[in-house]
Nanobody, 126 residues
Framework: QVQLVESGGGLVQAGGSLRLSCAAS????????MGWFRQAPGKEREIVAA????????YYADSVKGRFTISRDNAKNTVYLQMNNLKPEDTASYFC???????????????????WGQGTQVTVSS
């Protein structure tokens, strides 16, 4: 049984920072590709960042490049999303997900992910 629990969301002013955490249960966490997605009201879920297995190959959506950093601590079964210079358009529910596949590549499509957390709300005020 795989469970993903996000934390770290909240309300922040534009230009501020937040760090999201995703604690994962289940076996062989270090082998699985992990990702962060977000969904704003009335919009489709979109990839924010993704990371491959232990050597941590990464992918970022163009909208967050240079501002967000995805990382993982395999000893703690946790993946992080450090978000800096937040903008009002970053406001959304953020979801952690574990891919179906293991490997070094970062998976970018929601269809590649089998397990999802409940989400954590991030609100950026202008």
């Amino acid at each position: 049984q795989v469970q993903l629990v996000e934390s770290g969301g909240g309300l922040v002013q534009a230009g501020g920072s937040l760090r999201l955490s995703c604690a994962a249960s289940g076996r062989a966490f270090s082998l699985y590709r992990m990702g962060w997605f977000r969904q704003a009201p009335g919009k489709e879920r979109e990839i924010v960042a993704a990371i491959g297995w232990s050597d941590g190959r990464t992918y970022y959506a163009d909208s967050v490049k240079g501002r967000f950093t995805i990382s993982r601590d395999n000893a703690k079964n946790t993946v992080y999303l450090q978000m800096n210079n937040l903008k009002p358009e970053d406001t959304a529910s953020y979801f952690c997900a574990r891919a179906r596949e293991i490997g070094p590549q970062a998976s970018t499509s929601p269809d590649e992910y089998a397990y999802w957390g409940q989400g954590t709300q991030v609100t950026v005020s202008s």
